[in-house]
């Protein structure tokens, strides 16, 4: 159990959903193969050569290099026009772990499915560990999970034992083809935003109006008291 009731799955329970090898096919929502393996930003690869470059992913399921995103994070800051509104900071993403084939391929370290034009990834916003997509919808169904459950069910992760919360740590990547993905992904960001979290879940700076207004209602409530 958790510390607020939650039950937490080990990783090896996970893994042995799988225990009885890979899957040849997920067939869950469509995508384009090439979107795995290019920079949103930049287009460039995010591996050639049998070299992977680090990457990292948005809240929008997006997937960049990381020293193109730290680029325009620092041109912003230095007053030109930032080509991604949504990133204002390193809190608004999260550097990936990805598996990949000789192939160069994202592969699901625990299921063994392949990115292809049927699969869908995810990764996990507290580790950055990429999946198949297959495998989180059938750990809710193994550990009877709804979508409207509290946020209190919780696991860890399979391949670096970390903890995530089911309803709103896991990202759809990827989700140009499918509106419920955007959605799923549109909802979780902003229920952590409505936590004054980001994406990474680090806590919001207050802006200087916002504190204001907090000492305010603070001084009234003293006053009440």
Known sequence: MGNDGGTIAKGQDLRAIYAGGPETQDRL??????????????ALPLYSDGIAE????????????????????????KGGE?????????????????????????????SGIETSGKSTFCYLRPCGCVFAYKLIVDLRKHFRIRDDEPDIKRSECPACAKE????????????????????????????????GLSHSKR???????????????????????
Do not use: M, W
């Not at 929502?29 to 930049?42: E, H, I, K, P």
């Not at 700076?205 to 009440?224: A, F, I, L, S």
């Open 29 to 42: 929502d469509s995508n384009d193969v090439s979107l795995f393996n290019t920079c949103a930003l930049s």
């Open 54 to 77: 680090p990457v990292v992913g948005d809240s929008q399921g997006r997937l960049y290099l990381k020293e193109k995103v730290l680029e325009n994070l620092l041109q912003s800051k």
């Open 82 to 110: 930032s080509r991604l509104k949504h990133i204002r900071g390193l809190d608004d993403i999260v550097t990936l772990t990805i598996k990949r084939n000789a192939k160069g391929q994202i592969v699901c370290p625990v």
């Open 164 to 195: 995530f919360v089911f309803n709103f740590d896991i990202v759809i990547l990827n989700p140009e083809k499918s509106e419920g993905s955007a959605r799923f992904n549109d909802r979780n960001i902003a229920y952590l935003e409505k936590q």
């Open 203 to 225: 806590q919001r700076k207050k802006k200087r109006k916002e504190r204001k207004t907090d000492n305010q209602k603070n001084e009234k409530e003293t006053v009440v008291s």
